[in-house]
């Protein structure tokens, strides 16, 4: 058993995403939205196979100006027996209390974290900083470069990733989610250059988000510096252009195209 | 729900001597040997059919007319796949038979893990494309909810008449002629009229609605009287049990679809929904008296896949494991949102036959009434002998 202990494992985890009905939705680059069912059933299933985390985003509460729906939240929550992280309407060191007393590990912040990092450092010395994460969903410029978006991708803050990561960790994040909006639900692989630079401007885990199309994306995600990757259509719809069905990846073809061609 | 609230009726002491059919089918009547009417219908039934050379004649020009009609077009048929055994055989004979079936599976919302595992399998090694018709949860979930508030004995009918019409809806988008379904005689023909209801009756599913939802079916796929006729008489759209055409046995089939597929058995009849699995193994036997594996242990028998003896050891086991009924207990009345009190004390309502709700009795009447005088004057007019 000498060669599985000393074998790295990289966390793969499902993005779930709701909506302001609670519905599971997904998007294509935070637009158009397919409705793919009932979060509560979707949990369930990704419970029974085994997955290592995932993540839960309701992406309009920020839009909306509002909290968590707690109580929808601990109803997913509960049938979940791995750990879970929730991000959406975060505000206050409260709204992550409440979250953390539902049986969350870990809350994700973003629009609210952007305006005011003080928020960020004050629950991460309340709970410690590997319980608050960072999401940084950012696209291309129009005239290059790129910026960090929040509010679902409606509102401009003008900080590129590398800036924003910094500040996101300087401010107490211990784990920065990289989300290409450019790249989600399109299939066409992490943005790799993106990764790299971030993974190298920061010294907390970087998981690598929007575009993988199959076991093939994640290790490159890993050898370019992400410390887990994360991926939703490749886990709710049977292939791309085709019907809803959650799926996760067997331990054995993990293990075969990920973790053992590591280190 | 309490012991008291669920006697099994104590006439079904008396069990048919060539089945496992009992009293707890209240329409059940003995001949001079004990010999069920269950076992009479089945050989009336077996005497109608075709023999093995009808069937394969049919079978193969099925195929033919299958394939002539999928002529230039992206699929030739629709199969709705559920990861059960019979949908999963029907698909992978699809395979062997060269045909290029739009899967369509129908997700409510109860979907477990082997269901997804098993389509996911089947498709992958067949190559077969998946669409997945996902019903909208919180309309569903409303209507669930009404058919327990109203204490009627099939809870699968919103199910059952939403997936055809899922399908129907489908094939006509695609414009295919056929589909094909699991259904079949060898192991399903064999069930008491009390045990369930019609499935196409949209008039009682919307009066059940009406009486007990709160919030408007907007987006479910409908299949009453006139869609259906709509469907078959003007789209010519038709499905076709070709389980019925082969020599299916459940056990050869399972065995197959493990080695070749990957396949995974979930165990018991319909048992890769969670809700059916709970409906069948939990609500129908305690607030019924009815324990569905009687019907479908007795159509093995009678098709010979299975001996009585075997099946009255089956039905001495529990439906299933009474921890995790327990489990699927909870769970079930999350997901309807129901509280705890709040569904004990639906599972506790009396008994209601779905008749009491009106019926689709009179569209069906002048349905039938209609296409009678359309025949007549088709004929009247030389244009159908």
């Known amino acids: 058993m000498a060669g599985l202990s000393r074998m790295r494992r990289i966390r793969v985890i499902p993005v779930l995403t709701i909506d302001r009905e609670r519905r599971l939705v997904k998007t294509v680059a935070f637009g158009k939205r397919t409705y793919i069912g009932d979060p509560i059933n979707a949990v369930r299933i990704f419970n029974t196979k085994m997955v290592d985390e995932i993540l839960l985003l309701d992406i309009d509460a920020s839009v909306d100006g509002r909290g968590p729906s707690f109580e929808a939240i601990g109803d997913i929550v509960e049938e979940a027996f791995l750990p879970m992280g929730y991000g959406g309407g975060i505000r206050s060191v409260d709204d992550a209390a409440q979250l953390f007393r539902l049986g969350l590990e870990k809350v994700v912040l973003s629009s609210e974290a952007l305006a005011n990092p003080g928020l960020v450092t004050a629950i991460a010395e309340r709970f410690g900083a590997q319980a608050v994460a960072v999401s940084l969903p950012y696209a291309k410029k129009l005239l290059g470069g790129q910026q960090v978006l929040t509010k679902s991708g409606k509102s401009k803050t003008g900080h590129a990733p590398v800036e924003a990561a910094k500040a996101m960790v300087a401010a107490g994040a211990g784990e920065i989610i990289l989300y290409s909006i450019d790249r989600d639900g399109k299939w066409s692989g992490y943005d790799l250059a993106t990764v790299t630079a971030v993974a190298e401007a920061i010294d907390v885990p970087v998981v690598a988000c929007g575009g993988a199309a199959g076991l093939g994306d994640f290790l490159p995600a890993v050898q370019s510096g992400a410390s887990a990757v994360a991926a939703s259509s490749l886990f709710v719809y049977r292939a791309q252009n085709q019907g809803v069905l959650i799926s996760y990846p067997d331990e054995a073809d993990l293990k075969e195209q990920l973790f053992q061609k590591l280190n | ?385």
């Open chain 2, 1 to 385: 729900m309490t012991e008291a609230t669920s006697p099994l009726p104590t006439s079904s002491t008396r069990v048919c001597t060539r089945t496992v059919m009992d009293g707890s089918d209240p329409d059940i009547v003995f001949d001079e040997e004990g010999v069920s009417n269950h076992w009479h219908e089945y050989q009336a039934l077996m005497a109608t059919q075709p023999d093995a050379g009808q069937k394969k004649a049919r079978l193969e020009k099925l195929l033919a007319d299958i394939k002539a009609d999928g002529a230039g077009k992206d699929y030739d048929c629709v199969i709705g796949l559920s990861g059960g055994v019979d949908s999963s055989y029907v698909t992978w004979l699809a395979k062997q038979w060269d045909l290029r079936p739009l899967i369509v599976h129908f997700d409510n919302g109860w979907n477990n893990e082997l269901a997804v595992r098993n389509i996911e399998n089947i498709c992958k090694k067949l190559g077969f494309e998946l669409h997945t018709f996902v019903m909208d949860w919180e309309e569903f979930r409303d209507l669930q909810r009404s058919y327990f508030k109203a204490s009627v004995v099939d809870l699968e009918v919103p199910t059952d008449h939403m997936i055809s019409g899922a399908l129907y809806r489908l094939a006509a988008q695609h414009k295919l002629k056929y589909m094909l379904s699991g259904l079949n005689f060898a192991t399903e023909s064999v069930m008491p009229p009390s045990w369930n209801y019609a499935k196409f009756d949209l008039e009682n599913i919307r009066n059940i609605h009406k009486k007990f939802g709160t919030k408007p079916l907007k987006k479910l796929p409908a299949l009453g009287v006139w869609q259906k006729a709509w469907y078959q008489l003007i789209r010519g759209i038709h499905s076709e049990a070709v389980l019925d055409l082969i020599d299916y046995n459940k056990a050869e089939a399972k065995a197959l679809l493990i080695r070749e597929l990957d396949w995974v058995d979930y165990g018991g009849k319909h048992y890769e929904s969670l809700f059916t699995r709970f409906y069948q193994g939990y609500i129908l036997p305690r607030k019924f008296g009815v324990d569905k594996r009687k019907a479908h242990l007795s159509n093995l028998i009678l098709s010979g896949q299975m001996t009585r003896d075997e099946a009255l050891r089956e039905l001495q086991q529990p439906t299933y494991d009474e921890v995790l009924q327990e489990r699927d207990k909870a769970y079930v009345r999350k997901k309807l949102g129901f509280t705890e009190s709040e569904f004990e004390a639906v599972l506790n309502l009396p008994n209601q036959r779905h008749e009491v709700y009106g019926t689709d009795k009179t569209q069906r009447e002048r349905y039938f009434r209609i296409v009678g005088a359309l025949g007549k004057a088709m004929r009247a007019v030389g244009l159908k002998r």
